[in-house]
Each structure stands twice: as structure tokens, then as C-alpha cells.
């Protein structure tokens, strides 16, 4: 997929446990480790905000695109 997600890697240089994290921004551990590992297809515009003021960063601190190689050939 061409959409990274990097939180593991902020909550690591915030110091934040994903228990923490998920109390903070009211989900579900759970939920959370969806969103860490990338198995999310979505996310809503609140959690990311969520994300965002708990951790003090921006979304494109957790958010990366790389392309892909099909995507790159269909052009």
C-alpha cells in the first residue's frame, strides 16, 4: 500500500505507550494498533486531529506516501 503510517514511530519519540495513546484520544487499543500496523482502510478527520494534538505533531509526521511499483507502471 503506498500509504505509510509512522505513529508507532512518533509515539516512540513522544515517549507514549499505545495505552496511553488510545485513552487520550478515547478508542479502543484496539483500534489503535489497527491504525499502527496500517490495516486500516480509513481514518476520521477527528482521530487524526486526536492523534495529532495528543502527540503535538502534524498529520504528515504519521502519514508518508510512497508510491508503489503498479501504480508507477499504470501511469
Known amino acids: 500500500m503506498p500509504i505509510i503510517v509512522n505513529l508507532d514511530v512518533m509515539m516512540a519519540k513522544r515517549k507514549i ?3 496511553e495513546l488510545a485513552e487520550m484520544i478515547d478508542i479502543t ?11 486500516a482502510k480509513a481514518v476520521r478527520f477527528s482521530t487524526l486531529e486526536s492523534i495529532c494534538k495528543a502527540l503535538n505533531c502534524q498529520p504528515g509526521d ?3 506516501y510512497t508510491p508503489d511499483e503498479n501504480h508507477e507502471r499504470m501511469k
Open 17 to 19: 505507550s499505545s495505552g
Open 29 to 39: 487499543p484496539a483500534n489503535l494498533s489497527i491504525l499502527k500496523t496500517g490495516k
Open 62 to 64: 504519521i502519514l508518508e
